[in-house]
């Protein structure tokens, strides 16, 4: 990565997201922060100064062409790192359409919009895109099937943009993480019925390690796909 890259970056609130933000921030690099609405925008603004914030409700990609057009995007763009994403388990027999949507919006269909936007700039900057995905993206287990489903999505909307932008230098990385240490776990083992004990699993910055991994490699290499296992 050159100096100053610039980097859209989605899920920059907690855990992973904020882990990687504030990493490239502290570095020096130019980072554009998504926020669903203008007053999380104004959070994460006050929290890394100097940052830009792009606002847009993930939950609804149908409106994110419009959100856009109403602000100044990034003439250029080095990276694009998809981290948000949303949970709600659940078995087939018990979970409702508004579920699968929520989830399948957030976590598949919004990632696909945002790249799709900032193709453009990826191309002429022959930049990079990252896709946090889970291990719920390799594997699906009882009461994940919605969450699993979005993931496994994210995975082959990965595979098939690295072979479609191969040639114009767009590097094309997927991350499965474990579980990680992050209000989101914490809402998973709620949901479980179990103790949540942060300890236990990965903490949020060896994840950014990993993506900054990826990030920082040499030109003449890629990561495809990286899992992230809880190491203890």
Do not use: C
């Not at 995975?155 to 943009?161: E, G, H, V």
């Not at 991350?175 to 989101?184: E, H, I, L, N």
């Not at 004990?197 to 030109?219: F, K, M, N």
């Amino acid at each position: 990565m050159a100096d100053m890259a610039t980097h859209v970056i989605t899920g920059a609130g907690s855990g992973i997201g904020a882990a990687v933000a504030r990493r490239l921030h502290a570095r020096g690099d130019d980072v554009v922060l998504h926020a669903r609405d203008a007053g999380r925008g104004k959070e994460l603004a006050a929290e890394f100064p100097g940052a830009r914030t792009l606002v847009g409700d993930l939950a609804d990609p149908d409106k994110l062409s419009w959100a856009f057009s109403h602000q100044a995007l990034p003439e250029r763009v080095d990276s694009l790192l998809h981290i948000a994403g949303v949970v709600d388990l659940g078995e087939v027999g018990e979970l409702t359409p508004r579920s699968w949507r929520h989830q399948l919006n957030v976590n598949l269909i919004a990632p696909a919009e945002l790249t799709r936007h900032f193709l453009p700039q990826l191309r002429a900057a022959r930049g990079h895109v990252i896709f946090v995905n889970s291990g719920s993206g390799l594997n699906a287990h009882a009461g994940w099937s919605a969450y699993a489903a979005s993931k496994h999505g994210l995975k082959a909307l990965a595979d098939s943009l690295r072979e479609e932008e191969h040639a114009n230098g767009v590097r094309v990385t997927s991350v499965y993480p474990g579980r990680t240490a992050s209000p989101m776990q914490a809402k998973v083992h709620q949901q479980e019925g179990k103790e949540y004990d942060a300890a236990r699993w990965i903490d949020p910055e060896s994840v950014a390690t990993t993506v900054l991994t990826a990030l920082d490699l040499p030109r003449d290499a890629e990561i495809n796909d990286l899992t992230v296992r809880p190491g203890r």
